[in-house]
Each structure stands twice: as C-alpha cells, then as structure tokens.
Nanobody, 127 residues
Framework: QVQVTESGGGLVEAGGSLRLSCTAS??????????VGWFRQTPGKEREAVSC????????YYTDSVKGRFTISRDHATNALYLQMNSLKPEDTAMYYC??????????????????WGQGTQVAVSS
C-alpha cells in the first residue's frame, strides 16, 4: 500500500508564506498518473479541498478562499506535490493533508473511497 507524507507545515505570522510538500513511499508511484491535491481540516469541521490538480486532461481547482494566494504544483523529477501558500491568514490555520486519487473537475475536488491520504502537517497562522 502506497503512503504519502506531508512536510513543511509550521507556525507563521499573518502575511507570511509556507510551502508544503508531499512525497510517496514508493518511487514507482507517479503523481502525474493521479488526480492529486491538498485538503485541510480544523477541529469540529469537515475536511475541505483546498487545491487539486491533474496532468492527464489537465485541470486545476482552488477553493475560493485561497485563489490568488495559494499555488499547487508538482515536480516530475522529484515526484513530489507542493502547495505554495502566500499571504497567509489566521483562517488558514488547519491540518493540511495530501491526497491522491480524487474526483476532480474545474469546480469540484472530492475524495473517493480509494483516496490515499497522508497523516497531515499542521499549519498555524498567528494574527
């Protein structure tokens, strides 16, 4: 069973930046073959899609609250998925999860029963 692992979370002041990374446990797992993305969750709330992308039949999704501030990208050479987060706000504070195997369109990103999840990386933005 392939696992994905996030890194790059931390504590940052409002207006600051962080870059999250996601890598797979096996080299043969190619992010380019899957719809992949980033979700976030705060206590008591449902996990929400932040940004998702797909190479085959390309599409990229951003939730409205992060448009213009966050950028999702992948590096084929290192087989990694990234989320560049700029102009961070306190409301961006959450546990961020990497996910692979999603239902994705330009207006929707959702998990499936077979979605692969990471363990999460905490992002905290102070005001």
């Amino acid at each position: 069973q392939v696992q994905v692992t996030e890194s790059g979370g931390g504590l940052v002041e409002a207006g600051g930046s962080l870059r999250l990374s996601c890598t797979a446990s096996v080299a043969s797992f190619d992010f380019d073959e899957y719809s992949v993305g980033w979700f976030r969750q705060t206590p008591g709330k449902e996990r929400e899609a932040v940004s998702c992308t797909r190479v085959i039949l390309p599409v990229t999704y951003y939730t409205d609250s992060v448009k213009g501030r966050f950028t999702i990208s992948r590096d084929h050479a290192t087989n990694a998925l990234y989320l560049q987060m700029n102009s961070l706000k306190p409301e961006d504070t959450a546990m961020y999860y990497c996910a692979a195997g999603l239902t994705l369109s330009d207006s929707l990103c959702a998990s499936r029963k077979d979605t692969i999840w990471g363990q999460g990386t905490q992002v905290a933005v102070s005001s």
